[in-house]
């Protein structure tokens, strides 16, 4: 079993307290992954090449940019050179006490480096290594290079995103590194629960080309199941019908109505009941079929009065209904500040400043917070330290140029 190291003296706690993450990641998806189990007090290493070699320097954003501060906090940071093999030595030495390694180099990368699973797992058997590749760590496109764009373009996303005829459209955040990111930490999680059954560790892969398709959910199942290739459908929902976005007399709203119930509810409160009975809205598929009419219907009553008026009468009747912000307006919303999606970050250098929250929530923990992301090595001496190297060998190690 993994030969557990005492760190409590850093301050952490949380649920994950007792894990150590070894943080090969960059960029996005990886990172994604690593930060929910920084966030939830684990112990997370993130190891970069020393400055002058750094083959990566300036992916992910500068690294006092809002990004880069946002997705790698509440971590220690350390310098390895792993193309050195006394770096590769130094890395095996932490693997030993380590619960997880996470990275997301092209496949292969790791085996050079000599820190391939088979390898690692003769060091340490219950080491958890996470993967995160473009594609898959074998198959025709492995070695490709892969980014969010790419996945979602070939997990199908963008021919379903936009304007009906509009021609493929990328949705606007990076949902395949996200996604890819979440399923990681996932799986990475089910790993170490099965460890405490089995003792061993094992090797956890995913893809941004995996994540994207299974993120298309029940779109995907529409083909797969009935062979239907669903087309763009803009702002309408595919299926539950009225469901989009709609005019109002100061903006525009969301409005969306599932099941026959909710439909009679909507159009109570636009002050047609009329609407509900006539012959080409009365059902679901009559709906769908006449959907241009029955939008431009609801869009002829919802202008005489305001988003906020529209949002009340709705909510209050059983309809679901909300405003469409920009993301000033998201975090000025009085709920959004209720849930907790800011999270303070205190800088040396760039000072107080938020982060985004967590989305779950537990109710006898809170996520970390306040530990900005640290500088390249800040932690080295440190962490070298509490894994049992002594203070001449990592003089001798920076000597060498090998940290």
Not at 8 to 35: H, I, Y
């Amino acid at each position: 079993m993994t030969e557990h190291i005492d760190t409590s003296a850093d301050g952490r706690t949380g649920p994950l307290s007792r894990f150590t993450v070894l943080d090969l990641t960059r960029v996005r998806s990886g990172p994604t992954a690593v930060r929910q189990f920084a966030d939830w007090g684990a112990n997370v290493i993130k190891i970069e090449a020393p400055e002058s070699i750094d083959p990566s320097k300036g992916m992910g954003g500068a690294r006092d940019g809002p990004d880069y501060q946002n997705i790698h906090r509440n971590k220690r940071g350390m310098t390895i050179n792993l193309k050195d093999p006394d770096g590769v030595a130094v890395f095996k030495r932490l693997v030993k006490a380590a619960d997880v390694v996470v990275e997301n180099f092209r496949p292969g990368v790791m085996d050079r480096l000599g820190i391939g699973y088979e390898t690692l797992k003769t060091i340490n058997p219950a080491i958890v290594l996470t993967s995160i590749s473009g594609f898959g760590q074998d198959g025709p496109y492995a070695k490709r290079p892969g980014f969010d764009q790419i996945a979602q373009g070939m997990g199908g996303l963008m021919s379903i995103t936009g304007l009906p005829g509009q021609g493929p459209v990328r949705v606007g955040i990076p949902i395949a590194d996200l996604s890819a990111g979440l399923y990681a930490a996932l799986g990475t999680m089910v790993a170490l629960l099965e460890r405490d059954s089995s003792g061993e560790g094992q090797w956890v892969q995913t893809s941004l080309l995996a994540a994207m398709i299974t993120m298309l959910d029940f779109q995907g199942a529409r083909w797969l199941m009935k062979e239907e290739v669903a087309p763009q459908a803009g702002n309408n929902h595919p299926t539950s019908i009225p469901t989009g976005v709609f005019k109002t007399s100061d903006g525009h709203i969301n409005i969306a109505t599932s099941g026959e119930a909710i439909w009679v509810r909507l159009c109570n409160v636009l002050d047609a009941p009329e609407m509900a009975d006539k012959p080409e809205f009365n059902t679901g598929p009559k709906r769908s079929e006449n959907r241009d009419a029955v939008n431009d219907k609801i869009n002829s009553l919802t202008k005489d009065k305001t988003s906020a008026e529209w949002i009340a009468l709705m909510n209050e009747a059983g309809v679901p209904c909300g405003p469409i912000y920009s993301i000033d307006q998201v975090f000025a919303d009085e709920q959004v500040k209720h849930i907790g999606m800011e999270h303070p970050v205190t800088h040396p250098e760039l000072g107080t400043f938020n982060v985004s929250g967590q989305a779950a929530r537990m109710s006898r923990y809170e996520p970390r917070t306040g530990v900005a992301t640290p500088k390249r090595g800040q932690h080295t001496d440190e962490i070298l330290d509490e894994f049992g190297f002594s203070a001449e060998e990592i003089a001798d190690l920076k000597k060498r140029e090998v940290l």
